[in-house]
């Protein structure tokens, strides 16, 4: 945990206020963070920074301690009764090391595709209030037990929602089957082009090895409080409930629970909630020497 430098710009205490307004900016560059989570002490809620840095906190129950986190950057966390509006948070960034690829052209290379195999499906699953930030992810074992790269990672994108929503690669290591540290490390945020199809990313650049016990591939969905993201879905009790940005297809086609999911950067659990062994729809591109 780094040391947070805080900028006050006006002097009236509003711990005692049900909204709070602030930016997040990186340290190094002076620019703003888009997309970064504000959080909670207890991961009970959460929300994103938007496209300038920027948010908005409207929450009865903050808490004592917010917590401000993004991808390639140092965590910080900020008692509510400092704050003073609009607050200036200042991320430090990680060092970011690629690793080097030594080129043996006499070895014999191929691709593969891991994780979901399927081309269509008519299971999705969503994001679902502003308020709550989700991430899934599927484990993908390494079944070759060969040495290799990651090339592309694949999200196939449902048809209901607003597919061109921005949202966040993440892959991690595989720490006793759960996510772990982050492998690549690098603050990617993309958004698909179509629905009911495969979102494939070339991410070969970044030479991520593949771990010897698999890894995670994620999509961390991005989801600010901004109506073109939101859409509304009316249930068969005419209950209206509004979606936040795109869906995710679900496979049934792994005879176990491959997939996991957390909220608002907590812990990750089994995702077992829904038909059995239902899991997202995720692949992977690998390189591998023989």
């Not at 711990?15 to 620019?31: A, E, R």
């Not at 949202?167 to 629905?195: C, T």
């Amino acid at each position: 945990m780094k040391l947070i430098v805080v900028y006050f710009i006006s002097l009236l205490p509003v711990f005692s206020q049900k909204k709070l307004s602030g930016q997040v900016i990186s340290q190094q560059k002076g620019v703003s963070i888009p997309f970064a989570i504000i959080t909670d002490e207890h991961r009970k809620w959460g929300i994103r920074s938007n496209e300038n840095g920027q948010f908005i906190i409207e929450n009865s129950n903050l808490g004592d301690t917010l917590f401000v986190s993004c991808l390639g950057f140092f965590d910080t966390r900020l008692p509510v009764s400092q704050w003073k509006e609009p607050m200036k948070i200042i991320l430090q960034e990680k060092p970011i090391n690629l690793p080097e690829i030594i080129v043996e052209n006499n070895r014999k290379k191929h691709q593969l595709w891991l994780g979901s195999k399927q081309e269509t499906t008519t299971l999705v699953t969503g994001q679902f209030t502003y308020a709550t930030i989700q991430e899934m992810a599927l484990l993908v074992p390494n079944y070759t037990q060969s040495e290799g790269f990651i090339q592309k990672v694949g999200y196939w994108i449902g048809g209901v929602g607003k597919h061109k929503t921005p949202f966040r690669i993440r892959i991690y290591k595989n720490e006793k089957g759960m996510p772990g540290d982050d492998l690549l490390q690098e603050n990617l945020v993309v958004h698909a082009r179509s629905r009911k199809s495969w979102f494939d990313v070339d991410i070969s650049k970044y030479n991520i090895s593949i771990p010897e016990n698999g890894f995670f591939v994620a999509m961390e969905w991005i989801n600010s409080n901004n109506p073109k993201y939101g859409y509304d879905v009316i249930w068969p009790n005419k209950k209206v409930i509004t979606y936040y940005g795109q869906n995710i297809g679900k496979t049934l086609e792994f005879n176990e629970y491959l997939g996991r999911i957390r909220n608002n950067g907590g812990q990750w659990r089994i995702d077992n909630k829904d038909t059995i062994f239902k899991n997202p729809m995720i692949r992977v591109q690998i390189q591998i020497y023989e």
